[in-house]
């Protein structure tokens, strides 16, 4: 897929799926759940063992599969072999962003400080992610962007229904979800995860 249709389909959806499982099944079931929710772009990360068979039981939906907690360039290239359409790391790898421009996969690099933003943005990044955002607030959005007014911030870590559109009111491009689905997962099951998505996706439509 095209870097900047995988861009556009990141931003369109808003919402982000981050999802740890202690298997590459309960990965592949909680993606599928969160799927049938209405999320469309799926951050597998690679805390989750085995996580490549993961990969390739998502093959072939019709949703963004990406990875996340990429923290060197042998990880990313896995990745991108294994069909990731982005990659996200917790925080900001220069090494990574030349694999990943070689390859025109997106990299969404974490980041908290405005010179670790620069950096990212130099090195081809479209999309920080801001983490974690439970150390800020809305507004600092609003802050980053006076100096650096093409910034596009994707929060990540503490966002949940309570406060998701307060981010994106501030200008957040989209928001990176997770712990509400892994509770939802653990309370109720795939039909927890599918019916929490709905919520979130219903959330949306309310900003």
């Known amino acids: 897929m095209q870097k900047f249709k995988v861009l556009k389909a990141l931003t369109d959806g808003k919402v982000v799926a981050v999802i740890r499982g202690n298997s590459p099944e309960e990965a592949a079931l909680l993606s599928q759940a969160a799927i049938a929710g209405g999320i469309r772009a799926i951050e597998l990360t690679y805390t989750t063992p085995f996580i490549k068979d993961t990969f390739k039981e998502l093959r072939n939906t019709d949703a963004l599969i990406g990875a996340g907690t990429v923290l060197d360039a042998e990880t990313a290239r896995h990745a991108i072999l294994n069909g990731a359409n982005f990659i996200v790391s917790p925080s900001f790898h220069s090494e990574i962003a030349v694999i990943c421009n070689r390859y ?35 507004s600092f ?67």
């Open 104 to 138: 025109s996969i997106p990299y969404l690099p974490g980041c908290m400080t405005i010179k670790e933003m620069v950096s990212a943005l130099e090195s081809g990044s479209d999309i920080i992610k801001l983490f974690p955002a439970n150390q800020f607030q809305p």
């Open 141 to 207: 959005i609003k802050a980053v962007k006076g100096p650096l007014p093409n910034v596009s911030i994707m929060p990540t870590g503490g966002v949940g229904l309570s406060n998701m559109n307060d981010w994106l009111k501030a200008g957040a491009v989209a928001v990176g979800i997770g712990s509400d689905l892994n509770k939802a997962y653990i309370e109720n099951g795939y039909a927890g995860v599918v019916e929490k998505a709905k919520i979130y996706i219903q959330q949306l439509s309310v900003q």
